[in-house]
Structures are given as structure tokens and as C-alpha cells.
């Protein structure tokens, strides 16, 4: 007999059905006449109240192994509820139990678990009701994106994950390396380790963005978008880092820098609608358990135009709003944290997109302006969330771009293939990248970005 | 001026529109009183044929800049197309151009180029039509994968990509350190290599598989799915092996081998059936350009009901088929790829799949049938194609996992947090992998893997 999903019986059974369902024990509450069970199989946030009576075969042996986690499979009819929190319930005639959990040693009781611990038991977190949540937003949300440009006809492409481009990042960069490390073979002349005997024949790493292969893609496709794993191998042991975490790179063909913002807004509003749409429920178990202002910040986002403003402009605002910043305001210095939500919460007070960086604060790769001090980047800054996006029209024009490289300290040589873009056919072009882990945070208020995805990497934590 | 797609235009639009379209020429032929332009913006195999007129401005210089590979922007009215070839086409009354490409410098003239000359122009090759229309069916074949999952209520879950886990695939991982190869640091009292000073404190790897990690995501969502890149340090130069490619690996808590065989069917008709629907065009060119096969052999896919065969049945009709293979058969040995091709090609004639095979020759993870002799492992084959899916469903139960991962020498509690899920709630369960390459090969025709990946990584090659 097939199974009904439990979300499907919340939102859509009615009360007579015949359904089986098959999940794990939340709670058992062992009352005289009949025992209640709360049962979850990962659909939904709420689980099923189920109704044991002792007419059930082998009532008596079974309670006692139904304990937290336990496993089971339960058949019977669908009745109104009586009690307060749920519309039905189950009324169990069948219930077969697949596997106990004994209490003792399953370190999931019903009790609260701080996320610092849940940490520490990543293979079995994800049942508890918040990280369950968290992870279905996740997926509505990386469903969302996926939605988002396949709709609007751009190409997904799968940029390489190992790379031997060292251009960007370097110093952030992991090492692949297929050789023992025992045993490094080395150059006979120079003693110096020889990469042309490794898997690569050269010096490989883990990518930190999938943008300029992206740029390849876009020169042939016009409209693509990377949506994949990216790496930092930086020892920040902050809430707010990862060495492994997925990025949505999308890039575009005769695009200039409106069009990029126009796309990046029109994105965000698109995934915070839809994940609420999809994902109600969770999402007012995070504001009422986790931060009360994610509701009101995604409304923001969804039901405000973002406001645009150039860099330039920022820093006057800045410079003559009265408040007094940790880390002082000219023109010239990048923007931090504290900047960046004054403008969004409290002069904005809604997401707005700050332009036209100066150029010594931004990569080689952006566009240089006709006032050749600032370049055609856009930042993307919400309320209670700061940076969110982070793009840039591209440099298209070959003589600046080889001038822009060297300028800081790069050989055009190394990136022969990405200067070909701008020898053969080049256009305007644009793109922007968005921390897929971090839009999870921002959405479900949950302040450790190592709880939002199923197994963070971390310094010195490479678990499960 | 809002720029229409080229795969628009030759779809839907009529004759008297007004359209701006922007591209790469492909090819232009300079008549006495007027020139053809063929643009392509990669939205679709077919190019837009461009009528170019003297009375355009700048005509005369025009056409002389405008070689194979120049990028523009063209508006002007539609016509209908008096030549054959198109139903079409654009009467220029503005030309935009954006960069020119060098006839003598430029790689991708008008003529046949093989495809391994196309791998080293790997950054170019995405506008030829072959890559061209590989890349879209790659897109809508990875578009149809989500959807046939999001549909169907599974989370896509993000498996670990680094990982300490070396239970599987030893001897085929990369490292990834942030270890100074020059100066690896050293315990003092063996002088073996101190991984508790790498980055992650222990010595990490790339991933195989999420299959472990899906199997802890099944347990708290039911039914979830992997979608990302996998690693094999595996120095085959072969036209079927690729160091990083991406899987899909379904896996469903309370589902036995059945659920297992009947998910994998009705994936691969799907995504088959996606593909012909979304790129008819591309696939048709593939049919006849590369593999005058690959549209039967898709709506052999589609349309007949899979056959399903245990191994031993398998190995008694390769026995009795009277045929001599290289490999010869009994029972214990696996399957080589000529005794699938029979089965599927000769005998079936259709999609089969095979179950339940000698425990010896499969994986620890696989439940051990009441024989004690098999396991219920399966292994889609496909005419053409030979195995395209490979799964289990696993094994549930602790004490027979823990006596199997000890039979293949290696440590159960390498993989303690795998067996709690066995100790706490387990389940029956089961899913499958995909090697996702393979199915784009299979689906274009293409001789090689290294040509239905953007950048493909082999060993001495991780170009772009």
C-alpha cells in the first residue's frame, strides 16, 4: 500500500479517509484509555497526531518501543480532532514498527537542543524540527533559483570545481592533488616540486568562483547562470564562513550594469516570494522561534523598489549623516558592515543597490568607467542582512582589460583565454554572484551559516 | 531596445515585426546587391538569416568587418523568406557592431573541425553547433532532473563535496590540502605527516558519492536527492572517464528494491521525454549529424515497459544464447559490457534491469538477500547504451551491516555515525546513481565525455 506524504493529510485529507503513513516517532503520550503519537516523516513541519487504542495488535508491547525515533508504519482512518493544534488526526488499526531508538542512547530526546550541540550529531540533526525546516527552505529556495532562469531561458552550465587558475583568491586557495604526500616526486635540476607528475601535470585547486568560465559560457549562449560548489580554504572560525558553500553565478551577453541590477532584483524578490509561497509554514516557525523581523524583511524585499545609489553618492550620505562609524568614511575606502546597514535600514530602509566603485577597492575584471577612478560594480545591501549580491558589468575591451591585469600584478599570459573573449566577437556583458548559504541565513534568521547546510566544512571539521 | 531571442523569433514571430536581435555572425555571403548574414545567439541550433542592404548606414565598411565570429545588434523589420532554409528572415535596418574577430587569427572558421581540435579551444567551442546544441540538452536534461524530483516532494540535498571519509573508491581520491607542499609538517616522534595541522585536521579527500550523506538526509525527509559533482583520481585517458563529473542520487526511506527499479523507469522516461519535447531541434540534428540512433533508442526508452531480470537469470540466458563472449560467464562473475549489450541490444530488445547479484562482486551497503548468496543491488541497462543506472536498495539492518563492512576488511567505526542510522529509527531504504554525463552522452550520440562537459577534466588536462 502506497503511503501518503503527512503534509499532504494536513493540508488536503479528509476526515473518514484511509491512509497509510510511514515516519518517525516525535512524542508518545501514554494516557489510560489510549496512547497519542506524534508522527513526522520530514514533509512538513507539523507531524500527524496518531491515535493508538488498545484494540491496535500487540498494544501493550508496542507503546513501550515507541520512544523518540522510532520508526513505523501506521495504517487507519482519518477522524476530526477534538483537541486544540491540529484539524485531523489518525486513528491507527495498523502499526508496524521498523526500528526503536532507544532512549537511552539516542541523543535526540525531546528536549531542547542547542544548535552547537545538534552540531556535533549531523548525521541525525535534520530531524529536529528547526534544522528540518531549514532544510526544506533550503530547497525551496535552490528549487527557486533553478525556476527563476530556466524560465527566463538561460543556460545552466557546470563550471569546473578544479581548476589550475590561480588568479583570483590566491592564498585562499585548497590544492587537489593526486600525488602521495609522502613521497613528492621533485625536479632533478632545481629540487622544486614537480607539478608536470601530478594528476593535472600542473598545480590544480578548489574553485573560489565560477565567473569567468561563465563568461565563456555566456559568449556562446548569451544568458547562463552557475549554480554549484565554491571554496575558501580562509581560517575565519566565524558564523559567517564556510570552506565549502554554493554559489549562483549568473551571467549575461550584452548586459550592461542597469540590466544586471534590474536582474539581481528581480531574482531576489522572485526566491523570497516564492519560498514563502512554498514554505509557509516554516517560515513563521522561524519568525516566531528565531528572529521576528524574517517575515517583515523578505515583505521588504518582495514589495519595496530597491533603491540605487552610486558608491559616490553613498559615501556623502554617509559623510554628512551625523553618526559616528567604527571605521571612518571617505571616498576611496571600501564599505563595512556598519555602512552598509545604515544605508539599508536606516536611510533606505529597504534593499537598495550602491554603484560604480573606485577601482583600487574592486577586481580586474570590471568595468573601468569614462572617469577612469571608479568601475561598473554593484553591490546588492538589505536590511538586516548587508551585502547580498555582489556583480559588476565586465571589462569587454581588450587593451583596458590587459591594462587592468597587469596593473595588479597578474600576467595577461595566464588568462590567454579569457582575454580570446574580448579578441573574438566581445561584447558588453554583465553578471553577479549571490552566497547561496547566505540567503538561507538571511531567510530563516538563523544566525550560524554552519546551520543551514547539511554538513559544513570548517576549520579543522570535515565531519560525516 | 529590448533584444528577442533568435529561438523566439523563428518559433512564434511573423512577417511585418519589428525585432532587435543581438548574436555572433556565423556566416556572411556578400551578393552584388545585397548581403546575407547568418546570427546565432545560442538560444537555438538554427541561426537568423540577416539581409544586409546598401542603403543600411555604413554598409560599405559593414560588411567588410562583419566576419564568422563578430559580435551585433541587429534591428530591423521581419520578412518572410522567398530562399528555402528558413520561413524567415530579418531585413536589417540598423547594424550595431560590438567586436570583430580576425579572420586570420580567429579559430572558429566556417569549415569542419574535429572535436578533439575543439577541446583545446575549449573556451571557444561552446559556439560551434555541436557543442551548441550539446549544452542546451545538457541544460534541459539537468532542468528535467530537478523537476522530476521537485515534483515528486524530494528535497535536493548539497552532499558534502570534501570529505574524510575514505571507506569507498580508495586509491581513486584526490587530496585536497592547504598543506605548503614544499614543507608538509611532520609528527616528532615518527615523523609521519601531522594531518591534524591541515586544514580540516585530518587528511580530506573529494567526494566519490553523497550516497552516505543522502542516506543520513533520507532518514529525517523520506525522500531526498544529490545533484553535484563527484571525483575519480582514476588515470584512465578514455573517451568514457572523466576526473570530476556530476551525479544524481535519489535516495527513498520505506522503499524496497521494487520502489527502487520502478523510481529509476519513470526518471529515465522522463528525462528522455523532457529533452525530445524541450530541444527537438538539437536532438534531431544529433540523429543526423552524429548517431543516426539516438532518436530510437530514446523512444525505445520512452515507450516500452523496462524488462526485469534477476542476475541469475541473467547469467542462465548468456549461458544458453549459444554466443562467445570474451568474458565467459558463470555464476559469480560480473556483468561486462558485452554480455549487457546482448541482453539489452539482442535478447530484450528494450531497457532492462538486472537484480539481485553475488554479494562478492558488490558493495557493502547493499542488503544481503535471505540466500545470503546476493544482494539486491540493480543495474539498469539500455540498448546502446549498456548501464546507465546503478543501485540498491541497503542494508537496514545493523548487526548484517557491521558483519559486512568488516568481511570487506575494513572498520565499522571509520563509519559510526552510517550505523547510527541504523541504531536509531532505521528503515528499509533504497536509491540509485546516475552518472549524469553518461546520460547526455547517450542521449546526443557523442563519442567522447570529454564533449558533453564544458570543461572537462582528465588527467593532464584541467584547461580554462
Known sequence: MTATRIIEILRNSQPDETVTIQGWVRTTRELKEFTFMEVNDGSSLASLQVILEPSIPNYGTLVKQLGTGASVQVSGVLVSSVGKGQRI???????????????????????RHSFEFLRNIGHLRCRTNTLGAVMRVRNACAAAIHQFYQ?????????????????????ELFTVTNFNLNNIPRKKEDQTIDYSQDFFAKHAYLTVSGQLEA??????????????????????????????????EPEMAFCDLEGDQNLAEA???????????????????????????VLATAENIINNEFGRITYTEAIALLEKCGKTFEYPVEW?????????????????????????YPKTIKAFYMRLNDDDKTVAAMDVLAPKIGEIIGGSQREERLEVLERRIIEQGMIPDDLWWYLDLRRFGTVPHAGFGLGFERVVQFMTGMGNIRDVIPFPRTPQSAEF
Chains 1, 2 share one sequence.
Open 151 to 171: 524560465e527566463r531561458g538561460f543556460i545552466w552550465v557546470h563550471t569546473p570545481i578544479i581548476t589550475a587558475n590561480d588568479c583570483e583568491g590566491a592564498g
Open 267 to 293: 531574482f531576489l524578490k522572485h526566491i523570497f516570494k516564492t519560498v514563502l509561497e512554498k514554505c509557509p509554514e516554516d517560515m513563521e516557525f522561524f519568525n516566531d522561534r528565531i528572529d521576528n523581523t
Open 89 to 111: 488526526e489518525l486513528k491507527a488499526s495498523n502499526v508496524t514498527l521498523y526500528g526503536e531508538a532507544d532512549a537511552q542512547t539516542y541523543p535526540l530526546q525531546k528536549k
Open 215 to 248: 563568461e565563456v559560457m555566456a559568449m556562446a549562449f548569451q544568458n547562463v547562470y552557475t549554480f554549484g560548489p565554491t571554496f575558501r580554504a580562509e581560517n575565519s572560525n566565524t558564523s559567517r564562513h564556510l570552506a565549502e558553500f554554493w554559489m549562483v
Open 332 to 356: 576611496g575606502v571600501d564599505l563595512q558592515s556598519e555602512h552598509e546597514r545604515y544605508l539599508a535600514e536606516e536611510h533606505f530602509k529597504k534593499p537598495l543597490i550602491v554603484t560604480n
